[in-house]
């Protein structure tokens, strides 16, 4: 069992994503790393540190819950875009780390869904 983040349209062809709830975990440690914090710190994942005191537009996806709670909105999703393709840029010519290779792809996927996300004017869900 997993994870999916598909579009809230009703459409089974859309874009998705899916991971293993683990596999979602390591995901988001790495892109909070990226952003420069540790997930570990933040309140919902073991720590005592406030999402209010973190300055990331990714904060709605690395602070959601893994298949739960509110969709992200398609204003939510396009505010995310730019860090994330800003991520894939910085992280694209270090290719030779397999984990890597498959954060900054699986980076990519998930800009294809927020994308569509935004292009059609529907949330995110998480499922």
């Known amino acids: 069992m ?3 983040l598909f579009p809230a349209d009703g ?6 994503i899916s991971w293993s709830y ?5 995901f ?3 892109l909070a790393e ?3 914090f540790a997930l570990a710190d933040m309140r919902g994942f073991g720590g005592d540190r406030a999402w ?5 537009p990714l904060a709605p996806l690395l602070d959601h819950p893994d298949d739960d709670g509110p969709d992200l909105t398609a204003a939510q999703c396009a505010a995310m875009l730019p860090r994330l393709a800003a991520i894939v840029e910085r992280r694209r010519h270090d290719g030779s780390d397999p984990v890597l290779r498959r954060r900054v792809d699986d980076t990519r996927r ?3 869904v927020l994308t569509f996300c935004v292009d059609k004017d529907v949330g995110l869900v998480f499922g």
């Open 2 to 4: 997993g994870l999916v």
């Open 11 to 16: 459409d089974e062809t859309s874009p998705d």
């Open 22 to 26: 683990t596999g979602f975990s390591m």
């Open 28 to 30: 988001r440690q790495w």
């Open 34 to 36: 990226a952003e420069g």
């Open 52 to 56: 209010s005191g973190v300055s990331t």
């Open 110 to 112: 998930l800009v294809t």
